[in-house]
């Protein structure tokens, strides 16, 4: 179970490291770019956008979760990854979805995909073993 809360954790993590990185990008792209002024001054962009140093904080922390996950006896590869990268898909399109500053559109059909995505998440996760910690 602790693996699972794990797995979760690393899939919020994630989802939020990559919706960061995409506001803080936007607010560095109005600034000139990452690259304006070489790759020093793309170091001292990302450690001055507060949004683009907590995703990749975030980013680190995912990956922390993951590998915790991932040393389960019972939770597969084959199982945790779907997990991440369809959840984490789920998450992000709904958020940019109805988040104000990103106010991104989805047509039906990306809608129906969203759902469907999340159709294979719950069934994949609803055939995955617990692993019971004693």
Same mark, same amino acid.
């Given at each position: ?7 979760? !954790?690393?899939? $919020?993590l ?5 919706l960061?990185?995409?506001m803080? /990008?936007?607010?560095?792209?109005? *600034? ?15 450690? /001055?956008?507060?949004? &683009? &140093? ?16 991932l040393? /389960? ?14 959840? !984490?898909?789920?998450?992000? *399109? ?6 104000? /500053?990103?106010?991104?559109?989805l ?8 759902? &469907? $995505?999340?159709?294979g998440?719950? &069934? ?5 073993p617990v692993? $019971?910690?004693?």
């Amino acid at each position: 179970m602790k693996y699972l809360i794990a797995l979760c !954790g690393a899939l $919020v993590l994630n989802a939020a490291a990559n919706l960061m990185m995409k506001m803080g /990008s936007n607010s560095v792209e109005q *600034a000139g770019g990452f690259l304006k002024h070489g790759p020093a001054g793309a170091l001292r962009m990302l450690f /001055s956008t507060p949004v &683009l &140093l907590a995703g990749l904080i975030c980013f680190g922390m995912n990956a922390f979760l993951y590998m915790y996950a991932l040393q /389960s006896r019972t939770l597969k590869i084959s199982i945790a990854y779907p997990l991440m990268v369809g959840g !984490g898909y789920a998450i992000i *399109a709904v958020t940019a979805a109805f988040w104000p /500053s990103l106010r991104e559109r989805l047509t039906a059909g990306q809608w129906v995909g969203v759902a &469907l $995505v999340l159709a294979g998440v719950i &069934l994949i996760a609803l055939r995955t073993p617990v692993e $019971v910690v004693s």
